[in-house]
């Protein structure tokens, strides 16, 4: 039971990844600032753990990395979504949506 | 797809290890930096701003270590470190590496040697394109069984002008004359063969193309070389087919180069060149004169019996035409018969197919002593490691992480194994193809590296299957219960340490009576060969010795013309160094293709086959009988009397008197190939077969001068005296001197017997060669087994020597513990001979299969060499001092 909800939380935060990337890339403290301000500081996880999620995603190639400076002039790493990515995205965000309409009309009607 | 760029990102990970985890580490501090400048943006302090972004961020140790396992590294790094250690086990134990990596080599390398071997030289020994469609039409005989005997021209223009079997048909007659390059020819195998041959075998030239039916019956000197010849005369160069060979002194264009492996006929020729049928061979009376080798391929649609029933149509059309044909086919079964090409072989010669399952029987058994060896060993081994396995298994390690380490170090030793495999395979390939395999069938082709990996691939798993389950014997030993007891001492006892003695015993007993067998049997076909080799031929061979002659229609002529030549050869040859005497012949005794015939004898009615004996015939100048030493049993010898003018006479061996009938055999008229020849004398019995042929020895002497068709090879046997070396040299010299055109081999009675034995000697060679291996395995096995077992009983040496035993008596009880179990393998090894040895018998003519004085000698050197290989690590653990051996590693 236990294992199954981190594999959920595992999967959720490499889908949120996924989402942010879509528009442009970002590095890492960009994506988890993102990440707290779009869900209004509701997802409160650990910096830290965001970064197996991301060398997973490169791993799979969905996403790339490239060194560059960010706008204080700080060298970080950039990552942008590759083609297979942005298709990943897109399938995730669509069953994404899917599923949380299902479980939101179980919640009502049930 | 996604799981290979997977697997790559794992390898760039591991390999760019350090590049990585530096970039890992000022990504976090960037991160952690940038967290720090928003803080301090906020109005905190530098101080708390770190603070605040380090509890933020979370553990980073954990951070990282999650991101490595996300890299998917770590498991490649575990095995790096499992190669590491496995390198260092490697030569930590040199001794243990050394047995398996020899073990290996020698049993896989040898059983794919000789599997590929076996199956490309006598299972599947044409390389045609769909070879289960080629057949070998010629002449059968009821007595003969299954094979089917080469036929001869005429027969061969029948068939081809009435058949409706085959889609493509043509004839191949093998030929030993001079070929040469440029410089002075030597005499080699060439195919004379019509254009069919090339539709039936569908196989394209690798360069260049073959001959046409046009250029055939223009006569047109043209040759297609076989790949060997290309490689070894010409270098394999590209330009072949601007370049020329001579054969018989005539030059032939190049015009092509068969791929490698090909080959017409069974024995391997240097090349190819249209056969030209002179008038004289489509000669009513050359219907016998069977020396062609038919092939065909089966038109579609049609089945094997279908043209079986064809061929045997056309021959009874024939016999219709001819009553005493017909009389004698319907007594001898006579017949056109066909067999798959593929079967020809064993066809040709059944005691290939014996000879077959003993090699292939001989090569699994030493695969076992292996399996067994390797086994013994590793559990040995394991056996010693059981303390080191209990320790780190009371340490937390999984007996998964265990077992991957225990496979990850037979890998590397099976890794080592598999190349020094390849090149004993490379070694034993050479030992069988070598010069002292014999000139002629049935071994001789050329085995290719691709023909090797399907048996080098089956011997390399049986040793893997045995190699992983006696190596991971180690990690099932120690159980959950017995961990703390295994490492305090090494000495699981109970159930499981009762069964592990009885499988080593098992292994011991099993190599030993193994090994015995091979060695019985190698001692059996020893003697068989030794005592064929040594019976009385009923002629002489020493200072006597055969030259083949090679004389091509063309500059010899034919008929009259031709003998004369031989005869004036033979006669100009008594004038040469060191001969004493030559006469002419048309055979050499024990040529490995005889012609037999038959006859009848005047007066006496030949009732069933029975009445008429198959024999083997010679003509021969007068003097041959007194050059070979051959005894006079009755009559007289032929004298220069005998001539073409008069009266036809014979001389038979004294096996033929019993055909003659109730009158005297002296004076006898005997009716052979249509012609009456009156017995002059009676000669002792002869050995005049290949000892592969299970021909009785039958034989008939003509005098040449009385024959007109002299087509046969010419051979002028020669009695000599002095050293045979010198006689050659000297002979070479004074033929070239006088007749430097001249093609000629000198045929030696030793090359002759080679020849002769090939089917005692060829097994005889193999299971020499499995026998002396397989008490090298023993001997090694059982040395580093006993080491192991040895040293594994250390403490109970080192306790009996505390109480006061001698080195005398220890060393006595490890030695009488296991001489039981070599006894008792070396019973059951002699117990499965004797079983066997019916089967034995067929194979074994001069010796009895159970003949004990063959027993009792290969007992006692496998006895011997155990007792060495058992003593010396029992001598070694008694005399070392008892606290040493007390002593807890």
Redesign the interface.
């Known amino acids: 039971m236990g294992k199954n909800r981190m594999d959920m939380l595992q999967g959720t935060l490499d889908l949120l990844v996924l989402r942010i990337l879509l528009t442009k890339s970002r590095?890492?403290?960009e994506i988890?600032k993102r990440i707290s301000m779009l869900s209004s500081d509701l997802f409160k996880v650990?910096?830290?753990?965001l970064?197996?999620?991301l060398?997973?995603l490169?791993?799979?190639?969905f996403v790339k990395a490239e060194w560059g400076v960010?706008d204080?002039g700080?060298?970080?790493?950039f990552y942008a979504l590759t083609d297979a990515g942005r298709k990943q995205a897109e399938e995730e965000k669509r069953a994404w949506l899917e599923f949380s309409a299902a479980i939101d009309i179980i919640m009502r009607e049930g | 797809m996604?799981f290979l760029?997977?697997i790559g990102?794992?390898l760039g990970a591991f390999f760019g290890r350090g590049k990585k985890e530096t970039?890992?580490d000022?990504?976090?501090r960037?991160?952690i930096?940038?967290?720090v400048?928003d803080g301090v943006a906020r109005g905190l302090s530098e101080e708390e701003a770190r603070k605040e972004a380090m509890r933020?961020?979370?553990?980073?140790v954990?951070?990282k270590e999650?991101?490595r396992?996300?890299?998917?590294a770590r498991i490649i790094h575990g095995f790096w470190k499992d190669l590491k250690f496995a390198w260092k086990q490697l030569f930590k134990t040199k001794a243990y590496s050394a047995s398996i990596l020899l073990i290996l080599g020698l049993c896989v390398g040898l059983n794919s040697s000789i599997f590929s071997g076996i199956y490309n030289n006598l299972v599947k020994p044409f390389d045609f394109e769909d070879p289960e469609t080629v057949v070998v039409v010629g002449k059968s005989w009821r007595a003969n069984g299954d094979a089917v005997f080469s036929t001869s021209i005429l027969s061969f223009l029948e068939i081809e002008e009435q058949q409706e079997a085959f889609s493509s048909i043509g004839f191949i007659k093998q030929e030993n004359i001079d070929v040469s390059r440029d410089a002075k020819p030597k005499n080699l195998k060439v195919d004379y063969a019509t254009a069919g041959v090339w539709g039936v075998t569908g196989v394209s030239p690798l360069i260049g193309r073959a001959f046409t039916e046009e250029e055939v019956a223009r006569g047109e000197k043209v040759a297609v070389l076989s790949y060997g010849f290309w490689k070894s005369e010409y270098g394999g160069a590209r330009d072949v087919l601007e370049k020329t060979v001579r054969l018989n002194g005539e030059t032939f264009a190049i015009i092509g180069v068969m791929p490698r492996g090909f080959s017409l006929m069974f024995a391997e020729s240097v090349l190819a060149v249209p056969k030209v049928i002179a008038e004289w061979e489509m000669r009513e009376d050359q219907r016998n004169n069977n020396g062609i080798i038919i092939i065909a391929r089966l038109a579609e649609g049609t089945s094997l019996s279908d043209a079986q029933h064809e061929m045997s149509a056309l021959y009874q059309d024939y016999l219709e035409q001819d009553s005493e044909a017909k009389k004698s086919a319907e007594r001898t079964g006579e017949n056109y018969a066909i067999v798959p090409a593929a079967d020809f072989t064993l066809k040709m010669y059944p005691e290939i197919e014996t000879m077959l399952y003993g090699l292939q029987g001989a090569a699994a058994m030493l695969l076992l002593i292996g399996c067994f060896n390797i086994a013994g060993l590793m559990l040995a081994r394991g056996a010693s490691r059981v303390p080191e396995v209990g320790l780190r298994m009371a340490l937390g390690a999984g007996r998964l992480r265990i077992a991957g380490q225990m496979v990850t170090e037979n890998s590397l030793l099976f890794g080592f194994g598999l190349i020094g495999t390849v090149l004993m395979t490379d070694f034993f390939n050479y030992i069988f193809t070598g010069p002292w395999m014999g000139p002629n069938p049935p071994i001789g082709r050329t085995v290719g590296t691709e023909d090797r990996v399907a048996p080098f691939v089956f011997s390399a798993l049986v040793i893997l299957i045995a190699m992983g389950f006696s190596s991971l014997a180690p990690v099932f030993i120690v159980s959950g219960k017995r961990v703390a007891k295994s490492f305090a001492g090494g000495r699981v006892t109970g159930a499981s340490s009762g069964s592990r003695n009885r499988l080593q015993s098992f292994l011991i007993v099993g190599q030993i009576s193994l090994s015995c067998f091979l060695l019985i049997c190698t001692g059996l076909f020893l003697y068989n060969v030794k005592n064929s080799m040594n019976k009385d031929f009923g002629y002489e061979t020493d200072g006597r010795m055969a030259i083949e002659l090679s004389l091509p229609d063309y500059r010899y002529g034919y008929g009259l013309e031709r003998r004369q030549f031989q005869e004036r050869f033979a006669s100009r040859l008594k004038e040469a160094p060191m001969v004493l005497d030559a006469a002419m012949s048309y055979r050499a005794p024990m040529d490995f293709n005889p012609i037999m015939s038959s006859f009848e004898v005047s007066g006496r009615e030949m009732l069933s086959e029975e009445d008429y004996p198959r024999n083997t015939w010679y003509r021969v100048q007068p003097n041959f009988h007194e050059l070979m030493g051959i005894d006079l049993v009755d009559g007289r010898f032929f004298n220069d009397l005998d001539n073409s003018q008069s009266e036809s006479v014979v001389i038979a061996s004294k096996s033929l008197i019993r055909y003659m009938g109730e009158s005297p055999a002296i004076g006898a008229t005997l009716k052979f190939w249509d012609r009456e020849f009156r017995v002059v004398g009676i000669v002792e019995d002869t050995r005049d077969n290949p000892h592969l042929m299970e021909e009785p020895d039958h034989t008939l002497f003509f005098v040449a001068s009385q024959w007109d068709q002299t087509n046969a090879n010419p051979v002028v046997m020669v009695r000599y005296s002095g050293e045979q070396s010198d006689f050659l040299k000297r002979l070479a010299m004074w033929i070239d001197q006088n007749d430097p055109e001249l093609g000629y081999k000198f045929v030696t009675f030793d090359r002759l017997l080679s020849d002769s034995f090939i089917m005692e000697r060829l097994p005889l060679i193999y299971v020499s060669v499995f026998a002396a291996l397989s008490i090298i395995l023993t001997s090694c096995g059982l040395y580093g087994f006993l080491s192991y077992i040895a040293e594994q009983k250390k403490m109970d040496v080192g306790i009996r020597k505390a109480m006061g035993a001698s080195n005398g008596q220890i060393i006595l009880h490890m030695l009488k513990s296991n001489s039981l179990k070599v006894g008792l393998g070396l019973v059951l090894g002699a117990s499965f001979c004797l079983l066997i040895s019916s089967g034995l018998g067929q194979a074994l003519k001069e010796v009895s299969p159970k003949d004990p004085f063959i027993y009792l000698a290969a007992c006692s050197l496998l006895a011997l060499t155990s007792f060495v290989a058992i003593a010396i690590p029992s001598v070694r653990s008694a005399m070392r001092p008892a606290m040493t051996s007390l002593r807890m590693d």
């Open positions: 590095h890492g403290y988890a650990g910096q830290g753990s970064y197996p999620s060398h997973r490169e791993k799979k190639g960010t204080t700080r060298k970080a790493k | 996604r760029l997977s990102y794992a970039e890992l000022e990504e976090m960037t991160h930096q940038l967290m400048d933020e961020f979370g553990n980073v954990i951070a999650e991101v396992d996300a890299w998917g």
